[in-house]
């Protein structure tokens, strides 16, 4: 009967994450300007309004991961045309959410490919979202162009099922998808395979990687020490929403101890608690 309450819950949660939940994420309430700034010799990031998006020009062709929401397309290409002539050829999507595939459709359009994790592309499927991706990898995707390399990499389970991280291994710079926000508290979107038993060692794995400098989802450029960190700071949290669970879902919210986290919830956080409560009461 558990088993059977959860399917339920599981299938009321993904209607509605079809449709209104990726909606509000497709269109957010005030658009800020877009910002764009240096991260390393031959790499950038432009951050507001959305996922952060890093841009990597090579001589054969410029390619980028996540592309924010789709009314982002045109500045992100403006953006771009202020580092390289080149096209955009390649977009990486670190996951399926409209906050960094929302420029996908436009990017196809001008001819760009568009490469995501495969089970991230099935929850654009059931998401029924736009912008679908052509190309797709399981574990690993190796991008060699104009004499860079550019690696997605997919770890295991944590915000999505879905996620991919993104190693610039010319410029020991690692892209971590929505795996990693230095913005505040993490969402845990378990309707689509999103687990916080997971989670740590899920970003643990990418510590293997030889990288110094991080681009989070959202938030500031980081070091490889605050992803270190975040390790800890996952496993934590697990603890804290774990105790903030066993009182009832309903009211976890209220119990949950942000002390010495820098960071103290949010709407995402909450949307993403009862499917946590859940998880961890298994
Ligand atoms: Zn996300």
Redesign the pocket.
Known sequence: MVFRKELAIRAALAAAGAAGLWIS?SQPPARQPLTMEKVSANLWVIAGNG?NVAVMPTSEGVAIVDDKFALDAPEIVAKVKTISDKPIRYVLN????G??TGGNEAMLASGAEVIIQKQARANMVAGKQPGLPRLTFNDEEQLFLGGKEIDAKHFGRG??NGDAMVYFPTERVLHT??LYVSSGAP?C?TANGGSIKEWDATVKKALALDFDTVIP?HGAVMKRADLEKWVTTLATLRTRIQAACAGGVEDAGKRMDWSGLAMNGGALFDRGLPGMCRELSR
């Open positions: 994420w996922g670190t996951h399926q959410h906050d960094h915000h999505t998808g929505d969402f979107d989802g």
